[in-house]
């Protein structure tokens, strides 16, 4: 059973593009929605964090939005930048839970110069 | 920053012997965890702890494994009679509490299993 849906599996844009990376998910319970950057080599590192009763959230270039009757939420990065090169995961969890993070498959962006 | 430090960074260990892979978390967190990432897939729940026991475990983490925090910084993740298919990836993540709201789960940056 597939928890949390993510697509596209990869996606490439030039750079100060604005790569959207979406997710679904199934469980209603969850109210937790965090995003990871992971870079070859190294473990998932937080970007940024959404719970429901918001709809979207920003933390610098790092979008969130969330639609709660949808059941999915999608990750924008605006101006992106070669450096922004990386796997970026979705995930959820429910806080009743012991903090058991269920993952999507993760998407491969490349920035190009 | 603080951070989640995990050894060694690759193990390489013959089928059905029994691996122990070392994690120092965060030193004021008390909920730890492991997951793991097959290669190319997507990284997958073990096992939460918290207050020197199990508080929830995936269907993969079965009589394998175990998990213990041997004194105050080491968490420990032992695999025993290992098989091919144990080779992955292995996060150690910790947190100051239960997930969500203010307490994210930071991670390590991983110690590679290879199963020959």
């Known amino acids: 059973q597939q928890q949390v849906k993510q697509s596209p599996q990869s996606l490439i844009v030039q750079k100060g593009g604005i790569p959207i990376i979406n997710c679904a998910y199934e469980n209603t319970a969850f109210d937790y929605f965090p995003w990871y950057q992971q870079f070859p080599g190294k473990g998932p590192a937080l970007l940024i964090a959404i719970r429901p009763d918001v709809s979207e959230k920003k933390e610098g270039r790092f979008t969130i939005s969330f639609n709660k009757s949808a059941k999915q939420f999608s990750l924008h990065i605006m101006d992106s930048q070669p450096g922004d090169s990386a796997t970026y995961f979705c995930a959820a969890s429910k806080t009743d839970s012991w903090g058991k993070l269920q993952f999507g498959a993760g998407t491969q962006v490349v920035v190009t110069p | 920053e603080p951070e989640v430090t995990q050894t060694p960074s690759h193990q390489v260990t013959q089928m059905g012997q029994e691996v122990i892979l070392r994690c120092v978390p965060i030193?004021?967190?008390?909920?730890f965890y492991w997951y793991r990432q097959i290669l190319g897939q997507k990284v997958e729940f073990l096992v939460s702890f918290y207050n020197n026991e199990i508080s929830e475990k995936s269907e993969i983490f079965d009589d394998q494994f175990s998990v213990e925090r041997p004194d105050g910084s080491n968490f420990t993740l032992k695999i025993r009679s290992t098989k091919l298919e144990d080779s992955a990836m292995y996060f150690c993540?910790?947190?100051?509490?239960?997930?969500?709201?203010?307490?994210?789960?930071?991670f390590g940056d991983g110690t590679r299993l290879s199963i020959l």
């Open positions: 030193s004021n967190h008390l909920y």
């Open positions: 993540a910790s947190s100051g509490g239960r997930t969500g709201g203010n307490q994210p789960q930071h």
